[in-house]
Nanobody, 127 residues
Framework: QVQLVESGGGVVQAGGSLRLSCTASGRPDSASGMGWFRRTPEKEREFVAAINWAGTTYYRDSVRGRFTISRDHAKNTVDLQMNNLKPEEGAVYYC?????????????????????WGQGTQVTVSS
């Protein structure tokens, strides 16, 4: 069983930055992809960013150029650096992990494709 624990959420003004971190414990599957989703009361879970085992990164269009996802295999961690945050990006952010078909596979943007989820961390962006 894998546990994912997020940290780094909080309150920030529009245009500000936050860095989210996630640590995987237990027995992470080898060659797993990791990523981040977010959810608000008005929206379903939506894909934010992901990184496969090989280190290729993927972003939703609206965050590309402002968010950066990175991972450390030795520490089983994945981080999300979020810059120039917008009020509409306030949400609960979830760390996810799943083993896809290969180390270089493109991670799915469908939340149902991800097996492991963290408990979520709240990000609030004030205008």
């Amino acid at each position: 069983q894998v546990q994912l624990v997020e940290s780094g959420g909080g309150v920030v003004q529009a245009g500000g930055s936050l860095r989210l971190s996630c640590t995987a414990s237990g027995r992470p599957d080898s060659a797993s992809g990791m990523g981040w989703f977010r959810r608000t009361p008005e929206k379903e879970r939506e894909f934010v960013a992901a990184i496969n085992w090989a280190g290729t990164t993927y972003y939703r269009d609206s965050v590309r150029g402002r968010f950066t996802i990175s991972r450390d295999h030795a520490k089983n961690t994945v981080d999300l650096q979020m810059n120039n945050l917008k009020p509409e990006e306030g949400a609960v952010y979830y760390c996810v992990m799943n083993r896809f078909c290969s180390m270089r596979a493109t991670p799915s943007r469908d939340p149902e494709a991800w097996r492991y989820w963290g408990q979520g961390t709240q990000v609030t962006v004030s205008s």
